[in-house]
């Protein structure tokens, strides 16, 4: 029989493989033999299990982990309650929290913000509210983690300016944003169609030496693009480019989509192509797109160059009358 730092190694091995069955008929022979599984190992299997929707499975371990005592300091704590929030699990985070606090091990800033983001990542932003309040009451100043995250939370329930608030809030404590905060609020101003506000943040990131992210690039040149102002986001394009960042297929797929229902074929077909050069390749959506414009508009040998190009990568493309 291995000893137990054999076993914990064996076990991780199976977890990353992610023989989750393997693992957990494994893991059970062992321990009816004596073995006892590390915390690293529990908690690695538990993210496993959550993470593919086995919550009984992990919930059982972690009973298992827990009564071992192997739940024992701040660290750990904060590990199984990360665990939980990643899952989405952000009722068993809590109760884990109480445990924690019942136990008199008391939380630390990792734990608050820990919370506070896995309760703003499924909008439940009522609740995350509740541990700023008790970050504060605990002596803690909120840092950029936590107000990013409530910044993502307040966005994603669609309360924008509350999110704004909360933006302005930072400087009263010496939190000076940075790109992921800027890019969320962004990215969420473009949602709603604020195009203004959100052109106005770039230029006050832009000020602050910040670049804005592709994904945000993306939602600004969509927002231009479905207000049929392509030109300024052939600037936002070029702007882009200038700072380094490589459009992906959504740049691309934007243009090539606003360029065809403007009957700009030429553009739509060069960008096509630029896309193909730069290894970026169009998805269906994309491809048949331009080869119906293409068709509708009789321009049918442009839109036989295209077929061929996406038969050679495998393409899968729609049955077009007339080609």
Known sequence: MPDNSTFNLTMTCLIKGFNLDETCQILDS???????PGFNTYLALMQALYSVGKCAEGDRYFDQMTKGGLLSTVISYNMVIDCFCKASMTGKA???FNEMCFRGIAPTLVTFNTLIGG????????????????LLESGFDPDIFTFSSLIDGLCRAHMIDDAFDCFTEMYRWNVTPNDVTYNILIRSLCVVGDISRAMKLVRKMQAAGISADVFSFNALIQSFCRMKKIEKAKKLLVTMLTLGLDPDKYTYGTFIKAFCESERFDEAIGMFHLMEAKGCFPNPYTCNLVLESLVWKGRLEDARNIVKRCNQR????NLIPGL
């Open 94 to 96: 809590r109760e884990t």
């Open 30 to 36: 062992y321990i009816e033999r004596g073995l006892k």
């Open 119 to 134: 309760h703003c990542k499924i909008g439940q932003v009522h609740d995350a509210r509740k541990f700023l309040v008790l």
């Open 314 to 317: 495998g393409t899968k493309l």
